[in-house]
Nanobody
Framework: QLQVVESGGGLVQPGGSLRVSCTAS????????IGWFRQVPGKQRVGVGC????????YFADSVKGRFTLSRDNAKNAVYLEMDDLKPEDTAVYYC?????????????????????????WGQGTQVTVSS
């Protein structure tokens, strides 16, 4: 079965750090464009950070730029979202998506994938709560 699974969410204090993980089964993540998205109740899912295998450069939303980074561990077939200097407004369910479609720009993937995700594998999400 082809799927991705997120893990590593939790409760963290403002200013703290957290790393959430995305692992895949049934396929190799290194062959896919990867995106991290987040969603709060009543709002649309939005892109946080994405990297297209065509573009090669990572894109981050302005709200997280300089605080969040993406990394891969091909040996573990995993990708990570490293989050530093967390703020209460970062509280959300975080989703990983792996997409085989061609995205010429990582930013386009982050902006458009939630509404055009027929080819993507989505995980079930992991809750991140930033609170004192």
């Amino acid at each position: 079965q082809l799927q991705v699974v997120e893990s590593g969410g939790g409760l963290v204090q403002p200013g703290g750090s957290l790393r959430v993980s995305c692992t895949a089964s049934g396929f190799t993540l290194d062959d896919y464009s990867i995106g991290w998205f987040r969603q709060v109740p009543g709002k649309q899912r939005v892109g946080v950070g994405c990297i297209s295998i065509t573009d090669g450069s990572a894109y981050f939303a302005d709200s997280v730029k300089g605080r969040f980074t993406l990394s891969r561990d091909n040996a573990k077939n995993a990708v990570y979202l490293e989050m530093d200097d967390l703020k209460p407004e970062d509280t959300a369910v975080y989703y990983c998506a792996a997409d085989a479609a061609t995205w010429y720009r990582s930013k386009a993937m982050c902006v458009m994938l939630p509404a055009a995700s027929e080819s993507a594998y989505w995980g079930q999400g992991t809750q991140v709560t930033v609170s004192s």
